[in-house]
């Protein structure tokens, strides 16, 4: 019988694992030249962080970060002021997370 509860215990925590959404967050300011923190959580690694244009979120990034294998990355953001862009983050099973737009400010 204790194997059972093991079992039954190992698979619930398995399955609150697999429940967590991939979720990125909107960072709060992005300023030309200036470093900007993007986090993230849920999904599972590795990820790949793309900047895409705000007006065309569906369209091919204007950035790629690249490969992550943590929830968070600093990016030197090197796209001009007034520009809009949002962040767009895709896991190993394919979850695919988008933030709110954001202008790019001076």
Known sequence: ???????????????SALAQPLI??????????????ITWSGGFPPYVLVIVPGNNPAGPPIV???????????????VAAGNVIDFKIRDST???AQSAPVVVQA
């Open 24 to 37: 990125i967050n909107t960072p709060v300011s992005v300023v030309s030249g200036k470093p900007t923190v």
């Open 94 to 96: 394919g979850a695919v």
């Open 64 to 78: 790629s970060l690249g490969e992550q294998t943590v929830t968070s990355a600093i990016w030197i953001t090197d």
């Open 1 to 15: 019988m204790k194997s059972f509860t093991y079992l039954a215990v190992a698979f619930l925590s398995a399955g």
